[in-house]
């Protein structure tokens, strides 16, 4: 069974701009969360979408969104980037939410 | 490599000893924890999980000891190997949420 994909794996943008990522589940997982990684801040959760509904909201601002479609695949917008935004954006998704969490490899996002 | 965190705690060991990960939670409500290992450049990659049910469980050559009445997590590898190389991270989530708690992670070296 395929793991856990991510595109594109590196990315680099400017201030201002806007930025959308993608993940692709494991075949059959209907939950998809996303989590911000950063040296100082660590894994951040963002936030846990199923079934096509954001069931789940980490502590960011309205800049970061996300949407999941109706094959369980997942994109994230980050509109009007901060430098502060650089980081690896991980992807996990688990069958249900209640369960084990599998990880993409993540998307380094570079604002410079 | 990419760093995952700045001034983790770092374990650093010789190949064939055995090492001793620890993790400290801070929410006695917490009733599932997860143990994920990040090698450079990639996600978190799943371990092993324990439920506040069980004090003990086992996988191959790993074990994740649980001790609630001092909120204590820790996970143990038999004959560390140089692959084993990687950033150590703990994840605590409480019933009914499907949103975990990361630790800040520890660095295992092993050195060949």
């Known amino acids: 069974k395929a793991g856990v ?8 943008k400017t201030r201002g701009q806007q ?7 494991i075949s059959g997982h209907r939950s998809v969360s996303w989590y911000q990684q950063t040296p100082g801040q660590g894994l951040q959760f963002l936030f846990e979408y199923f079934s096509e509904t954001q069931r ?23 509109s009007t980037l901060e430098l502060g935004d650089s980081a690896l ?3 996990a998704s ?10 993409g490899p993540g998307t380094r996002l570079t604002v410079l | 490599g990419e760093s995952v965190g700045l001034h983790l705690p770092t ?13 400290a939670y801070s929410n006695s409500a917490s009733d599932y924890f997860i143990w994920y290992k990040q090698e450079s450049g990639k996600g978190p990659q799943f ?5 506040s049910n069980m004090d003990k469980r086992q996988g191959q050559r790993v074990t994740v000891l649980l ?13 560390t190997q140089p692959g084993d190389s990687a950033v150590y991270f703990c994840a605590e989530r409480t019933g009914g949420s499907y949103i975990p708690t990361f630790g800040r992670g520890t660095s295992l070296i092993v050195h060949p």
Do not use: W
């Open chain 1, 5 to 12: 994909t991510q595109t594109p794996r590196y990315l680099i």
């Open chain 1, 19 to 25: 930025v959308t990522l993608s993940c692709s589940p």
């Open chain 1, 56 to 78: 789940n909201k980490g502590n960011f601002p309205g800049r970061f969104s996300g949407r999941q479609f109706s094959n369980s695949r997942s994109e994230m917008n980050v």
């Open chain 1, 89 to 91: 954006y991980l992807c």
């Open chain 1, 94 to 103: 688990s069958f249900n939410g209640d369960d084990t969490q599998y990880f």
């Open chain 2, 11 to 23: 374990l650093s060991v010789q190949e064939g000893d055995n090492s001793i990960i620890n993790c």
């Open chain 2, 47 to 51: 371990i092993i999980d324990i439920r």
């Open chain 2, 67 to 79: 001790n609630k009445t001092v909120k204590h997590l820790s996970l143990q590898i038999a004959a």
